[in-house]
């Protein structure tokens, strides 16, 4: 059975206090690695794919990295506006999405 | 604007009822997945569809059932054979089955009163 764990639960940070988000996983053929992020009451708001160990991506203040077990989401110098949950998930070679339940990351000015 | 539309934003239920949420695309996606999220957890899928008029069940289907007549709209019914049904319930589609790069809508907060 496909397992996403997402660590820590919750994160707190000072603006410009960079740091990094964890999503271990064990899959039957990853077919992809995404990370959604999720504001309060919104639907999940799609962020990166991520296909093979080794591969990275970026989004502005956002990297997302990927290794044969595990996913990493560094934020670099984040803002208050990159408070949310941000969510990871696999996609297995049968195609079904498994999530994990997501990191609430709050930003203080 | 292209994307995916759900209503309504917020419904209440009686007990005993059955309700209808509504999700409609616009961005020519042939899949499309309806989705339960609780409180503090991951999202669990309920069901999905690869095609028009086929779809298959996910993890915790039973109480509920869809519909694909069209290729744009995914309706799900909540019924009263749901047990725990107040929950946020998240319509998503992508470009495929193969559940790439999915795109959802801003869900609807079903609550039973």
């Known amino acids: 059975e496909d397992q996403v764990t997402q660590s820590p639960e919750a994160l707190r940070l000072q603006e410009g206090e960079s740091s990094s988000l964890n999503c271990s996983y064990t899959?039957?053929?990853?077919?992809?690695l995404f990370w959604y992020r999720q504001d309060p009451g919104k639907g999940p708001e799609f962020l990166f794919t991520?296909?093979?160990a080794g591969e990275e991506k970026e989004k502005e203040r956002l990297k997302a990295t990927l290794t044969k077990k595990e996913s990493f989401l560094h934020i670099t110098a984040p803002k208050p506006e990159d408070s949310a949950t941000y969510l990871c998930?696999?996609?297995?070679?049968?195609?079904?999405?498994?999530f994990g339940g997501g990191t609430r990351l709050m930003v203080k000015p | 604007d292209g994307g995916i539309t759900q209503s309504p934003k917020y419904l209440f239920r009686k007990e005993g009822q059955n309700v209808t949420l509504s999700c409609e695309q616009n961005l020519n996606h042939d899949a499309m997945y309806w989705y339960r999220q609780d409180p503090g957890q991951g999202l669990r899928l309920i069901y999905y569809?690869?095609?028009?008029?086929?779809?298959q069940k996910g993890d915790i289907a039973e109480g509920y059932s869809v519909s694909r007549e069209k290729k744009e709209s995914f309706p799900l019914t909540v019924t009263s054979a749901q047990k725990n049904p107040t929950a946020f319930y998240l319509c998503a589609s992508s470009l495929t089955g193969a559940h790439t790069e999915a795109f959802f809508g801003q869900g609807t907060r079903l609550t039973v009163v």
């Open positions: 998930a696999v996609n297995n070679a049968g195609n079904m999405l498994t």
């Open positions: 899959v039957s053929g990853l077919r992809g």
């Open positions: 569809s690869q095609i028009v008029n086929d779809f």
């Open positions: 991520l296909y093979s």
